[in-house]
DNA sequence: TTCCGACAGTGGGGTCGCAAT
DNA sequence: ATTGCGACCCCACTATCGGAA
């Protein structure tokens, strides 16, 4: 097939907004599409790379080649240039991606030029990923939609089980089963407000201690074990004592959940800096483990012995957790009967967040693992700070911001009278409000360029956030987590803005 | 008819590893 | 030795579609 018609095809699903229409243009071309091209075309609609990711990004890609002016690559050929892109490391490597990355774009036309961009630096904007390709997978081949869904989930790999679905049809999906040693796409959390709000909706549940590491999905079988991250990135040979632990468990073949987490000497948690950092480290483990050890707590169990636990009530999972997993090694939680309950589960927060925790996850005692979905029936629930900042600037947005003064640099008041910039947000704005900030900041703009609009310090901005981090970036050493804008406050002048010196006293765990 | 679940989009900061400088 | 880039951890929130209630 040739990469024309893929272009061609995406264009039309980012020119309609219609999701059911979308669905249609996919499933037409998936059945139009040969065995061989099967393991491309879907992935690529889904709006990823089979491989990957290969190594280029936004600055590599930059470098502007002239176009072709035939439409005569094939996805194929395509893929096989890619391929072999991604293969490459050493010295001289980025020179010779750089090179080759040329050479496809000056193969390909304009159109496809603008298609590939998106593809290889993940942002097709088409407004249908992995979900909506799951869609059209199961329109074209005329398998139930559900099933598609799960097989997908328990394969982890959209690509694997439309390869199936193509060549041997919907009855290809029994193949899909949940199996040790083969990762499941991991059951996320929604947010809610406050404790009462997540009891009342879920009422009998279990309230349950959110550790601030890396989510970790462990399998054994036998004497092997291996480690996953939630995107199911094997990363078993970066925690070695992770697995030690899991094969002194009385059990020898099963699926854990659970979150990894570095304690100190006193027991409390590390940052969550301090957690990833270690993680991550690929190069010395042993030296890293050292310095660092991580202890994995589990939360949920999807396989003992060969027994899918999946649909089963979270209940009797976590009783077959409890048999499987000693308690230290075990997530703390509280059982709530219900509303008329929530004393406890209050004061389980309270605890919680006393011994160092992030806050809660509350959870529906009746409801099976969601593998891949974010349910409903899992509700984290963690305090949320406020701060009044004062715009420093702010840059044009992107895609559907595009236009639009978008991503606020904020400022906290110094001691000097000046502002420290704390950190960037864009989130949290609805359409009016990036409408009206479009206006107002271009009215107090002393500097602007084609990135970003510098203004004079007037406008006072209340901004929610999880938390202080340490930066090397901004200038007061503290960077905010996860900052999103509440509103505007237009009764508040700039001098009664928040101070650094308050926000750091607020925040005595973080030193700059 | 209204409500709500699921998705996609829009990017944030930090850290590590690797190649280039 | 330092710098820049890309990958991958953590993530909040809004708009929209379309099925459920």
Same mark, same amino acid.
Request: proline share 5%; hydrophobic share 40%.
């Given at each position: 097939?040739?990469?024309?018609?893929?272009?061609?095809?995406?264009?039309?699903?980012?020119?309609?907004?219609?999701?059911?229409?979308?669905?249609?243009?996919?499933?037409?071309?998936?059945?139009?599409?040969?065995?061989?091209?099967?393991?491309?075309?879907?992935?690529?609609?889904?709006?990823? =790379?089979?491989?990957? !990711? #290969?190594?280029? /990004?936004?600055? +590599? &890609?930059?470098?502007?080649?002239?176009? $072709?002016?035939?439409?005569?690559?094939?996805?194929?050929?395509?893929?096989?240039?890619?391929?072999?892109?991604?293969?490459?490391?050493?010295?001289?490597?980025?020179?010779?991606?750089?090179?080759?990355?040329?050479?496809?774009?000056?193969?390909?036309?304009?159109?496809?030029?603008?298609?590939?961009?998106?593809?290889?630096?993940?942002?097709?904007?088409?407004?249908?990923?992995?979900?909506?390709?799951?869609?059209?997978?199961?329109?074209?081949?005329?398998?139930?939609?559900?099933?598609?869904?799960?097989?997908?989930?328990?394969?982890?790999?959209?690509?694997?089980?439309?390869?199936?679905?193509?060549?041997?049809?919907?009855?290809? =999906?029994?193949?899909? !089963? #949940?199996?040790? /040693?083969?990762? +499941? &796409?991991?059951?996320?959390?929604?947010? $809610?407000?406050?404790?009462?709000?997540?009891?009342?909706?879920?009422?009998?549940?279990?309230?349950?201690?959110?550790?601030?590491?890396?989510?970790?999905?462990?399998?054994?079988?036998?004497?092997?074990?291996?480690?996953?991250?939630?995107?199911?990135?094997?990363?078993?040979?970066?925690?070695?004592?992770?697995?030690?632990?899991?094969?002194?468990?009385?059990?020898?073949?099963?699926?854990?959940?659970?979150?990894?987490?570095?304690?100190?000497?006193?027991?409390?948690?590390?940052?969550?800096?301090?957690?990833?950092?270690?993680?991550?480290?690929?190069?010395?483990?042993?030296?890293?483990?050292?310095?660092?050890?991580?202890?994995?707590?589990?939360?949920?169990? #999807?396989?003992?012995?060969?027994?899918? &636990?999946?649909?089963?009530?979270?209940?009797?999972?976590?009783?077959?957790?409890?048999?499987?997993?000693?308690?230290?090694?075990?997530?703390?939680?509280?059982?709530?009967?219900?509303?008329?309950?929530?004393?406890?589960?209050?004061?389980?927060?309270?605890?919680?967040?006393?011994?160092?925790?992030?806050?809660?996850?509350?959870?529906?005692?009746?409801?099976?693992?969601?593998?891949?979905?974010?349910?409903?029936?899992?509700?984290?629930?963690?305090?949320?700070?406020?701060?009044?900042?004062?715009?420093?600037?702010?840059?044009?947005?992107?895609?559907?911001?595009?236009?639009?003064?978008?991503?606020?640099?904020?400022?906290?008041?110094?001691?000097?009278?000046?502002?420290?910039?704390?950190?960037?947000?864009?989130?949290?704005?609805?359409?009016?409000?990036?409408?009206?900030?479009?206006?107002?900041?271009?009215?107090?703009?002393?500097?602007?360029?084609?990135?970003?609009?510098?203004?004079?310090?007037?406008?006072?901005?209340?901004?929610?956030?999880?938390?202080?981090?340490?930066?090397?970036?901004?200038?007061?050493?503290?960077?905010?987590?996860?900052?999103?804008?509440?509103?505007?406050?237009?009764?508040?002048?700039?001098?009664?803005?928040?101070?650094?010196?308050?926000?750091?006293?607020?925040?005595?765990?973080?030193?700059?």
């Amino acid at each position: 097939m040739l990469l024309t018609r893929l272009a061609h095809v995406s264009q039309e699903i980012a020119a309609t907004s219609a999701r059911s229409r979308k669905i249609t243009l996919l499933a037409e071309l998936f059945r139009d599409a040969e065995a061989d091209d099967v393991p491309i075309v879907i992935p690529y609609l889904a709006g990823r =790379l089979p491989q990957g !990711r #290969l190594g280029i /990004g936004w600055k +590599v &890609l930059s470098h502007q080649v002239e176009p $072709a002016a035939e439409p005569t690559l094939t996805v194929r050929e395509v893929d096989a240039r890619l391929t072999a892109l991604g293969k490459l490391s050493g010295p001289g490597s980025q020179a010779e991606r750089t090179r080759l990355v040329g050479e496809l774009m000056s193969a390909a036309t304009e159109h496809e030029q603008r298609f590939l961009f998106g593809l290889i630096t993940g942002e097709v904007r088409q407004g249908a990923l992995d979900a909506v390709a799951m869609e059209g997978l199961a329109q074209a081949t005329e398998a139930p939609p559900a099933d598609v869904r799960r097989a997908v989930m328990l394969a982890g790999s959209l690509q694997q089980v439309a390869q199936a679905l193509l060549t041997d049809g919907p009855q290809s =999906l029994a193949r899909f !089963r #949940l199996t040790v /040693g083969r990762p +499941v &796409l991991p059951m996320l959390a929604h947010t $809610a407000s406050s404790v009462s709000e997540a009891v009342d909706k879920l009422g009998a549940c279990a309230v349950e201690e959110k550790l601030d590491g890396i989510r970790v999905q462990v399998h054994r079988d036998g004497d092997s074990v291996r480690l996953y991250t939630r995107t199911l990135d094997d990363i078993t040979d970066r925690l070695p004592e992770v697995t030690a632990a899991a094969l002194e468990l009385r059990g020898d073949r099963f699926i854990l959940d659970g979150e990894v987490i570095s304690f100190d000497s006193e027991g409390r948690p590390r940052s969550f800096q301090e957690t990833a950092g270690r993680v991550g480290s690929r190069t010395d483990v042993a030296k890293a483990a050292k310095e660092i050890p991580v202890s994995p707590v589990f939360f949920d169990v #999807l396989s003992v012995d060969g027994r899918d &636990l999946l649909d089963l009530p979270f209940s009797e999972r976590h009783a077959e957790l409890a048999r499987l997993v000693p308690e230290p090694m075990r997530v703390r939680r509280a059982l709530v009967s219900g509303s008329e309950d929530l004393p406890r589960a209050e004061g389980f927060l309270t605890e919680t967040l006393g011994r160092g925790h992030e806050g809660v996850v509350v959870k529906a005692l009746d409801a099976p693992y969601s593998a891949g979905r974010r349910g409903a029936s899992w509700l984290k629930v963690k305090p949320v700070h406020t701060l009044d900042l004062v715009v420093l600037a702010a840059e044009w947005g992107h895609g559907r911001r595009t236009g639009k003064l978008s991503n606020l640099h904020l400022g906290a008041r110094t001691a000097d009278g000046g502002f420290a910039m704390l950190g960037k947000t864009f989130k949290g704005m609805t359409d009016a409000m990036l409408t009206w900030q479009t206006e107002r900041l271009q009215q107090l703009a002393v500097r602007s360029d084609d990135w970003v609009v510098t203004v004079r310090p007037e406008l006072v901005v209340e901004i929610a956030y999880d938390g202080l981090q340490r930066s090397t970036r901004y200038p007061a050493g503290v960077t905010l987590r996860f900052a999103r804008v509440v509103r505007y406050r237009e009764d508040k002048r700039p001098e009664e803005a928040d101070t650094v010196e308050t926000l750091l006293a607020a925040h005595p765990e973080v030193r700059p």
